[in-house]
């Protein structure tokens, strides 16, 4: 397998890692693998591990090459208390989605030298990293966005399809999270494990305390769905706390009404935040679930159909 690093911004606060398989099978056989960027959660504040080298490798064992997405934050890594605090450059959305852009483009454009099908190109998010994932495959048409990273061409940054787990789907999240705080007081909060992202979130995603309406519409995401949008698997915990699984059904509903291909798992059991929901990437115990497990091979067939057509 080749590892290696490739940085996005010239401070190097923003990159990806690759984890490419041999495209040689044997001395007869080459293959053109898909790939699938991954992208962790993490409120926009930070970028949680669990959701990403882990994911990327039960991928690469069922054959993708992968990339692991370090997007734009306002934290260096995951703290739990103020004093252990390292700030990035505050980058507001879409800062992140331009990262992503410029990594599905990458992955394009390398595509022979990795070996990739590029028509198989596909993007996976957690939480936060759902939105992200979400936003690549409805804004890659936006000729704004395009034209601050230098790109004309729309299907050079278009996933193929976008692949959500337990996701943030609009900015509802985060104004539930803030309900009831005195956001003119909001920076001095101490951080703790209850509200480690609270104090950070509005300038991590919004770059201000005081985000306009139109930085909060800029992230709903379900009502720039339109027919040309790609496929979607997506799926969802009807116990979890944090991001909401009624959230998640409406935007499948709209990828409906606009006849975007799309599956929808809605489990019954699980936290949120459980990434492969297996022992080997909880965080406390019990904090997996063998029943939802099954989700990557269910991934695994949804785009194996997918590839059959390209």
């Known amino acids: 397998m080749k590892h290696d690093r ?94 992503l852009f410029n990594t599905i483009k990458m992955v394009r454009e390398n595509a022979d030298e990795w070996g990739i099908n590029k028509d198989q190109i596909y993007v996976i998010g957690f939480s936060a ?17 395009l034209k601050r990273i230098g790109v004309k061409d ?28 005195d956001l003119k007081h909001i920076d001095e909060i101490e951080v703790d494990e209850n509200n480690l992202a609270i104090k950070y979130v509005l300038k991590g995603v ?17 009502d720039k769905i339109t027919p040309e949008t790609p496929p979607f698997f997506i799926w969802h915990t009807f116990e979890d706390d944090v991001t909401s699984c009624l959230d998640t059904t409406r935007f499948v509903e709209k990828l409906v009404e606009n006849n975007v291909s799309c599956e929808y798992h809605l489990f019954n059991t699980g936290p949120h935040g459980m990434s492969l929901a297996t022992p080997a990437v909880a965080t406390v115990p019990g904090g997996y679930n063998y029943n939802d497990a099954i989700w990557p091979i269910l991934v695994d067939l949804f785009l194996k159909r997918l590839g059959e057509n390209n």
């Open 6 to 99: 490739y940085y996005l911004r010239d401070d190097k606060s923003a990159y990806f890692e690759t984890y490419l398989l041999s495209s040689n099978l044997n001395e007869k056989t080459y293959v053109k693998r898909p790939a699938l960027i991954v992208c962790p959660g993490g409120f926009y504040v930070f970028k949680s591990y669990r959701e990403g080298e882990p994911v990327a490798a039960q991928f690469s064992a069922m054959g993708y090459q992968t990339f692991v997405l370090s997007y734009s934050s306002i934290w260096k890594k995951k703290y739990y208390k103020d004093e252990d605090v390292e700030l990035n450059p505050v980058r507001p959305y879409p800062e992140q989605l331009f990262d």
């Open 129 to 145: 990293g759902g939105h992200l994932a979400a936003s690549s495959a409805i804004y890659y048409n936006n000729q704004e966005y």
């Open 154 to 181: 729309p299907e050079l940054v278009k996933p193929n399809a976008a692949v959500l787990c337990y996701p943030m789907v609009d900015a509802e999240l985060i104004r539930r999270r803030i309900k009831g705080i």
């Open 206 to 222: 919004f770059g201000t305390n005081e985000p306009t309406d139109e930085m909060w519409d800029e992230m709903v995401l379900m």
